[in-house]
Nanobody
């Protein structure tokens, strides 16, 4: 499985960005897809999770502002980010893991495929 992110950029506070993650080599129909972010010196944070059953989970810090979605025909995961704040500045990574019996969680150790990251800077 290969994941390639794009869409990161520098924007002003209040602006919007849409991140994309193109996936290849997928073989299973039950999975978890997620966006994580990390700032140097801080722990990685699970931002949004999309379960293969369609359910989603968002970090409290992004609820109401970020939306995770996917286009199965294009094998692409998206993260629409609105009302961006300076504290959203981070490297954003998409990740894929196997869906477990309890579903999906925003825990990095439950994802075994990661993209290279795309930088989002909000000023």
């Amino acid at each position: 499985v290969q994941l390639v992110e794009s869409g990161g950029n520098s924007v002003q506070a209040g602006g919007s960005l849409r991140l994309s993650c193109v996936a290849s080599g997928l073989t299973y129909s039950r999975y978890c897809m997620a966006w994580f972010r990390q700032v140097p010196g801080k722990e990685r944070e699970g931002v949004a999770v999309l379960d293969s059953d369609g359910s989603t989970i968002y970090a409290d810090s992004v609820k109401g502002r970020f939306t995770i979605s996917q286009d199965n025909a294009k094998n692409t995961l998206y993260l629409q980010m609105n009302s961006l704040k300076p504290e959203d500045t981070a490297m954003y990574y998409c990740a894929r893991g196997d869906r477990r019996w309890y579903g999906c969680r925003p825990r990095g150790d439950e994802y075994n495929y990661w993209g290279q990251g795309t930088q989002v800077t909000v000023s």
